[in-house]
C-alpha cells in the first residue's frame, strides 16, 4: 500500500513512497518500503530496482540521479530499502541484526513485487514481469547475487548493471586492501564473524556468503563496472569478469572506467559512477527487459 506521496519524477512519472514486503525475523518483522515510480501511459513497462550501498550497514533509497534517468528511458523504477547490519537499521527494524541472508531476501522480495506489483501500487498493472536492477557499491553485491541464481522463487533478475559491487567476500587481498573503504570490517559484519579461518578462509562464512560462488552458465547477464583506483578492491572487479566469462554466462558485458585519482587517491565508486555509464547501462537494460518504443518520451 502507498504511505506517502513523494515528487513528481521524469516527465510527469509520479513517485509514492510504498511498502513492498515485510523482512521476517526471529526478532521480529520489519516493513520494507521503496520509491516507486510509475509511467504515465497505457503500455506495460519492465521494472528496475535500484539498490543503493553503503557497507552493507547504513544508505537509504533515495538515488533521485539514477531513478530519473531509468524512468526517463522508459522503465518503472523501485528504489528499494532493505535491513541493514548492526550499528545501522531502517525504520521498523528494531532488534534484528540484519545479517546475511536477510539482506539479499530483502532484494529476493522486492524483485518478487516489482514482477507483479500489489494493487494500490503506483506499478500496479503498469509492468510486463521482467525486472532489472542498478545496484552500487554493497547494492551492486545484492544485485550480483539475485542476477546470478533464485533466492526465495521466482525472483532471480532477468538483467542487472553492478557498480563497483563486492563478489568474492573471501578474496585475501581485498580483505586487507584498507586503502579508501574498511572492505574487510564490512564483509565480516555483514556475516557476522571475526578475523579467523572459519570466517575468511575456503568454505568459511564469507565464502557461504559470496555472490561469486552462485554464478552458473544459467545466471542471468550482468554489466559489470568499477573505476580504476576504485575503493573497492580491484579484484573484486576482476574476479567477477573472469568468472561469468570462465562459465560462458551469456551477454555480461564490462567496463572499467579510468579517472584521476582524487586527493585520496581514488576514483569514483558506486553511482557517482552512473553518469559516466548511463547510455551503456540503460541500452544493456533495454536488449533484456524489452521497454516498448511508445512508452520512451520522443525527446529522450
Known sequence: AAVSAAPTGGDGARTVIEQYGVGHSPSGNTQLRWGAFGQNDSEEHP????????GFHSGDFNDIETDQDLVCAGFCVFDIEYRLAPPGRVPGQRRDLGRYPEQTDDVATAIRAARSPAPGSVAFGRVNGNVGAVGGSAGGSHAAYCAAAPTLGGDQLDAAVLLSGAYDFHDPASLIDTRCAAFGADVRNYVGCSPGPACDGNGGLLDLASPYRRFTRSSSPVFIVASNLDPMPPNQFTILVNLVAALGVPNCEHFLII??????????????LWPNVSAEAIAFLNAFLQVPTTGVPADE
Open 259 to 272: 579517472q584521476t585519482p582524487g586527493p585520496n587517491g581514488c576514483t569514483g565508486h558506486s553511482f557517482d
Open 47 to 54: 521494472a528496475v530496482i535500484v539498490i543503493h550501498g553503503g
